[in-house]
Protein backbone atom coordinates (compact mmCIF):
# COMPACT_ATOMS: atom_id res chain seq x y z
CA UNK A 1 0.00 0.00 0.00
CA UNK A 2 0.67 3.50 -0.49
CA UNK A 3 0.97 6.56 1.35
CA UNK A 4 -1.26 10.09 1.14
CA UNK A 5 -0.14 13.35 2.69
CA UNK A 6 -3.34 15.09 4.25
CA UNK A 7 -2.61 18.24 5.00
CA UNK A 8 -5.86 20.78 6.12
CA UNK A 9 -4.95 24.75 6.65
CA UNK A 10 -7.14 27.10 9.01
CA UNK A 11 -7.41 30.31 6.72
CA UNK A 12 -8.19 32.35 9.73
CA UNK A 13 -5.06 31.27 11.83
CA UNK A 14 -3.22 29.54 9.57
CA UNK A 15 -2.64 26.10 11.70
CA UNK A 16 -2.52 22.95 9.92
CA UNK A 17 -2.98 19.54 10.32
CA UNK A 18 -0.85 16.76 8.76
CA UNK A 19 -2.00 13.09 8.78
CA UNK A 20 -0.34 10.74 6.59
CA UNK A 21 -3.32 8.08 5.56
CA UNK A 22 -2.72 4.55 3.81
CA UNK A 23 -4.35 3.95 0.58
CA UNK A 24 -4.67 0.93 -1.40
CA UNK A 25 -5.66 2.21 -4.85
CA UNK A 26 -5.27 5.98 -5.76
CA UNK A 27 -9.31 7.17 -7.04
CA UNK A 28 -8.97 10.07 -9.50
CA UNK A 29 -11.50 12.42 -11.03
CA UNK A 30 -12.31 12.78 -14.04
CA UNK A 31 -13.30 16.64 -14.90
CA UNK A 32 -15.34 16.32 -18.53
CA UNK A 33 -13.94 19.66 -19.74
CA UNK A 34 -10.01 19.60 -18.35
CA UNK A 35 -9.15 16.24 -17.60
CA UNK A 36 -7.59 14.85 -20.63
CA UNK A 37 -4.94 12.95 -19.51
CA UNK A 38 -4.11 10.34 -16.58
CA UNK A 39 -1.46 13.01 -15.12
CA UNK A 40 -4.53 15.73 -15.41
CA UNK A 41 -6.54 13.74 -13.49
CA UNK A 42 -3.70 13.05 -10.98
CA UNK A 43 -3.41 17.15 -10.61
CA UNK A 44 -7.32 17.35 -10.45
CA UNK A 45 -6.74 14.83 -7.45
CA UNK A 46 -4.00 16.79 -5.80
CA UNK A 47 -5.70 20.15 -6.10
CA UNK A 48 -6.09 22.70 -3.34
CA UNK A 49 -10.07 22.06 -1.94
CA UNK A 50 -11.60 24.87 0.02
CA UNK A 51 -14.30 23.94 3.08
CA UNK A 52 -16.55 26.28 3.63
CA UNK A 53 -20.55 26.44 4.46
CA UNK A 54 -21.66 23.05 5.47
CA UNK A 55 -18.06 21.25 5.05
CA UNK A 56 -16.25 23.76 7.35
CA UNK A 57 -13.64 22.19 9.39
CA UNK A 58 -13.23 22.04 13.26
CA UNK A 59 -10.01 24.00 14.07
CA UNK A 60 -8.22 23.21 17.24
CA UNK A 61 -6.96 25.91 17.63
CA UNK A 62 -9.54 28.15 17.10
CA UNK A 63 -11.80 25.85 18.89
CA UNK A 64 -14.23 26.25 16.48
CA UNK A 65 -15.69 25.68 12.92
CA UNK A 66 -13.93 27.45 10.66
CA UNK A 67 -13.04 27.79 6.27
CA UNK A 68 -10.21 25.74 5.84
CA UNK A 69 -7.89 24.34 2.84
CA UNK A 70 -7.47 20.24 2.30
CA UNK A 71 -4.65 19.08 0.23
CA UNK A 72 -3.73 15.24 -0.43
CA UNK A 73 -0.53 14.80 -1.65
CA UNK A 74 1.59 11.24 -2.69
CA UNK A 75 3.29 10.64 -0.07
CA UNK A 76 4.90 6.78 -0.72
CA UNK A 77 3.44 4.44 -3.75
CA UNK A 78 3.03 0.75 -3.45
CA UNK A 79 5.23 -1.72 -5.98
CA UNK A 80 1.89 -2.30 -7.30
CA UNK A 81 -0.32 0.91 -8.27
CA UNK A 82 -4.16 0.70 -9.41
CA UNK A 83 -5.68 3.46 -10.40
CA UNK A 84 -9.45 3.53 -10.58
CA UNK A 85 -10.90 6.20 -12.78
CA UNK A 86 -14.01 7.84 -11.13
CA UNK A 87 -16.88 7.81 -13.99
CA UNK A 88 -19.87 7.78 -12.22
CA UNK A 89 -21.13 11.31 -11.03
CA UNK A 90 -24.51 12.39 -9.04
CA UNK A 91 -26.13 15.48 -9.90
CA UNK A 92 -26.56 17.09 -6.57
CA UNK A 93 -29.93 19.03 -6.96
CA UNK A 94 -31.80 15.71 -8.86
CA UNK A 95 -29.91 12.78 -7.54
CA UNK A 96 -29.71 11.27 -11.19
CA UNK A 97 -26.61 8.92 -11.61
CA UNK A 98 -24.66 9.10 -14.72
CA UNK A 99 -21.49 8.12 -16.14
CA UNK A 100 -18.40 10.09 -17.64
CA UNK A 101 -17.74 8.41 -21.19
CA UNK A 102 -14.77 10.39 -21.82
CA UNK A 103 -11.47 9.33 -22.97
CA UNK A 104 -8.37 9.55 -20.73
CA UNK A 105 -4.76 8.98 -22.14
CA UNK A 106 -3.01 7.09 -20.18
CA UNK A 107 0.57 6.36 -20.47
CA UNK A 108 1.50 2.72 -21.28
CA UNK A 109 5.48 2.49 -20.47
CA UNK A 110 7.36 4.95 -18.01
CA UNK A 111 4.67 6.55 -15.85
CA UNK A 112 6.64 8.51 -14.18
CA UNK A 113 5.82 9.89 -11.08
CA UNK A 114 9.27 11.31 -9.61
CA UNK A 115 7.94 14.99 -9.35
CA UNK A 116 4.34 14.05 -7.72
CA UNK A 117 5.72 12.09 -4.92
CA UNK A 118 6.58 14.44 -2.02
CA UNK A 119 8.58 12.25 0.77
CA UNK A 120 11.70 14.11 0.84
CA UNK A 121 13.41 10.45 1.93
CA UNK A 122 12.23 8.65 -1.33
CA UNK A 123 14.35 6.85 -3.65
CA UNK A 124 16.94 9.10 -6.03
CA UNK A 125 15.90 6.97 -8.91
CA UNK A 126 13.14 8.08 -10.96
CA UNK A 127 9.76 6.56 -10.29
CA UNK A 128 8.63 4.76 -13.43
CA UNK A 129 5.57 2.34 -13.44
CA UNK A 130 4.66 0.24 -16.69
CA UNK A 131 0.74 -0.88 -17.27
CA UNK A 132 -0.04 -4.28 -17.16
CA UNK A 133 -3.98 -4.21 -17.06
CA UNK A 134 -6.97 -2.39 -18.16
CA UNK A 135 -10.09 -2.95 -16.53
CA UNK A 136 -13.02 -1.44 -19.53
CA UNK A 137 -16.79 -0.60 -17.91
CA UNK A 138 -19.13 -1.07 -21.05
CA UNK A 139 -22.25 0.51 -20.31
CA UNK A 140 -24.62 2.92 -18.34
CA UNK A 141 -24.87 3.63 -14.96
CA UNK A 142 -27.57 1.28 -14.13
CA UNK A 143 -26.24 -1.51 -16.11
CA UNK A 144 -23.03 -2.54 -18.04
CA UNK A 145 -20.23 -5.25 -18.95
CA UNK A 146 -16.78 -5.67 -18.13
CA UNK A 147 -13.59 -6.40 -20.06
CA UNK A 148 -9.85 -5.95 -20.07
CA UNK A 149 -6.66 -5.62 -21.77
CA UNK A 150 -3.74 -7.15 -20.62
CA UNK A 151 -0.39 -7.79 -21.29
CA UNK A 152 0.67 -11.49 -21.68
CA UNK A 153 3.84 -12.34 -20.11
CA UNK A 154 4.58 -15.38 -22.75
CA UNK A 155 4.64 -13.32 -26.21
CA UNK A 156 5.22 -9.71 -25.00
CA UNK A 157 1.46 -8.76 -26.73
CA UNK A 158 -1.55 -7.08 -25.41
CA UNK A 159 -4.72 -9.27 -25.72
CA UNK A 160 -8.41 -8.15 -25.19
CA UNK A 161 -10.10 -10.31 -22.95
CA UNK A 162 -14.12 -10.40 -23.09
CA UNK A 163 -16.33 -13.49 -21.49
CA UNK A 164 -14.47 -16.68 -22.95
CA UNK A 165 -12.51 -14.77 -25.80
CA UNK A 166 -9.03 -13.56 -25.81
CA UNK A 167 -8.09 -11.71 -28.70
CA UNK A 168 -5.01 -9.99 -29.85
CA UNK A 169 -4.63 -6.21 -30.09
CA UNK A 170 -4.20 -4.46 -33.22
CA UNK A 171 -2.22 -2.25 -32.18
CA UNK A 172 -1.01 -1.45 -28.50
CA UNK A 173 -2.21 2.09 -29.16
CA UNK A 174 -5.82 0.60 -28.27
CA UNK A 175 -5.05 0.58 -24.84
CA UNK A 176 -4.39 4.08 -24.19
CA UNK A 177 -4.48 6.27 -26.84
CA UNK A 178 -7.55 7.81 -25.54
CA UNK A 179 -9.95 6.77 -27.20
CA UNK A 180 -10.57 4.15 -24.67
CA UNK A 181 -13.91 5.85 -22.68
CA UNK A 182 -14.45 2.87 -21.23
CA UNK A 183 -11.05 2.11 -19.16
CA UNK A 184 -12.40 2.12 -15.33
CA UNK A 185 -9.36 0.45 -13.52
CA UNK A 186 -5.36 0.57 -14.42
CA UNK A 187 -2.76 -1.71 -13.00
CA UNK A 188 0.64 -0.46 -13.21
CA UNK A 189 3.76 -2.01 -11.97
CA UNK A 190 7.00 -0.03 -10.85
CA UNK A 191 10.19 -0.79 -12.47
CA UNK A 192 13.45 -0.80 -11.93
CA UNK A 193 16.82 -0.25 -14.12
CA UNK A 194 14.46 1.29 -16.69
CA UNK A 195 14.84 4.74 -17.87
CA UNK A 196 12.17 7.67 -18.68
CA UNK A 197 13.65 8.01 -21.74
CA UNK A 198 12.43 5.11 -23.89
CA UNK A 199 9.86 5.82 -26.10
CA UNK A 200 6.59 4.96 -25.31
CA UNK A 201 6.20 3.22 -29.17
CA UNK A 202 9.50 1.27 -29.17
CA UNK A 203 8.89 -2.39 -30.47
CA UNK A 204 4.99 -2.36 -30.31
CA UNK A 205 4.18 -5.73 -30.19
CA UNK A 206 7.90 -6.82 -31.40
CA UNK A 207 9.63 -8.20 -28.47
CA UNK A 208 12.71 -8.80 -30.48
CA UNK A 209 12.78 -5.05 -31.97
CA UNK A 210 12.16 -4.55 -27.90
CA UNK A 211 15.42 -5.96 -26.72
CA UNK A 212 16.59 -2.69 -24.91
CA UNK A 213 13.46 -2.59 -22.78
CA UNK A 214 13.25 -6.55 -22.25
CA UNK A 215 16.46 -6.66 -20.98
CA UNK A 216 16.32 -3.35 -18.75
CA UNK A 217 13.35 -3.18 -17.18
CA UNK A 218 12.75 -5.28 -13.90
CA UNK A 219 9.60 -5.19 -12.26
CA UNK A 220 9.60 -4.38 -8.66
CA UNK A 221 6.78 -7.00 -8.15
CA UNK A 222 8.31 -10.42 -9.61
CA UNK A 223 5.58 -12.36 -10.71
CA UNK A 224 4.82 -15.54 -9.05
CA UNK A 225 4.62 -18.74 -10.97
CA UNK A 226 4.79 -22.54 -10.91
CA UNK A 227 8.60 -22.45 -11.67
CA UNK A 228 9.15 -19.66 -9.31
CA UNK A 229 6.97 -20.53 -5.96
CA UNK A 230 9.52 -18.92 -4.16
CA UNK A 231 8.38 -15.25 -5.82
CA UNK A 232 5.78 -14.34 -2.85
CA UNK A 233 5.20 -11.10 -3.34
CA UNK A 234 5.21 -10.16 0.55
CA UNK A 235 8.78 -11.66 0.90
CA UNK A 236 10.43 -10.42 -2.05
CA UNK A 237 13.30 -8.14 -1.03
CA UNK A 238 14.99 -5.24 -2.50
CA UNK A 239 18.13 -6.96 -3.20
CA UNK A 240 16.67 -9.99 -4.41
CA UNK A 241 15.11 -7.43 -7.07
CA UNK A 242 18.00 -5.39 -7.72
CA UNK A 243 20.32 -8.62 -8.58
CA UNK A 244 17.35 -10.29 -10.45
CA UNK A 245 18.48 -11.11 -14.34
CA UNK A 246 15.98 -11.86 -16.99
CA UNK A 247 17.66 -14.39 -18.93
CA UNK A 248 15.36 -14.43 -22.10
CA UNK A 249 12.40 -13.19 -22.48
CA UNK A 250 10.09 -16.25 -23.24
CA UNK A 251 8.77 -14.91 -26.56
CA UNK A 252 12.26 -14.23 -27.80
CA UNK A 253 13.73 -17.67 -26.20
CA UNK A 254 10.95 -18.98 -28.08
CA UNK A 255 11.57 -17.61 -31.72
CA UNK A 256 15.38 -17.93 -31.10
CA UNK A 257 15.08 -21.44 -30.27
CA UNK A 258 11.45 -22.82 -31.41
CA UNK A 259 12.89 -26.29 -30.88
CA UNK A 260 14.72 -26.30 -27.13
CA UNK A 261 12.10 -24.27 -25.58
CA UNK A 262 12.31 -24.34 -21.88
CA UNK A 263 9.99 -23.84 -18.75
CA UNK A 264 13.11 -21.96 -17.35
CA UNK A 265 12.65 -19.00 -19.14
CA UNK A 266 9.07 -18.23 -17.98
CA UNK A 267 9.58 -14.91 -16.52
Known amino acids: QGQLRNTLTCTQCHYKSVKFDPFMYLSLPIDEARTHTLDECLDLFCR ?8 QWYCPKCKKHVDATKTFNLWTLPPILIVHLKRFKQNPRTGFCSKIEKGIHFPIRNWDLSHSVKCPNSSS ?3 LYDLYAVSNHLGGFGSGHYTAYA ?6 QWYDFNDSTATPLISEDLVGNGNNDAAYVLFYNRIIGATNTIPENVGKFSPIDNKRSLFSRVPVILR ?6 ELWPQLQSEDLLRNYKRPVAAS ?14 DD
Open 252 to 265: LYRRQNPHAYSNDY
Open 48 to 55: EEYLTQDN
Open 151 to 156: MNRVDD
Open 125 to 127: EPI
Open 224 to 229: QSLNRP
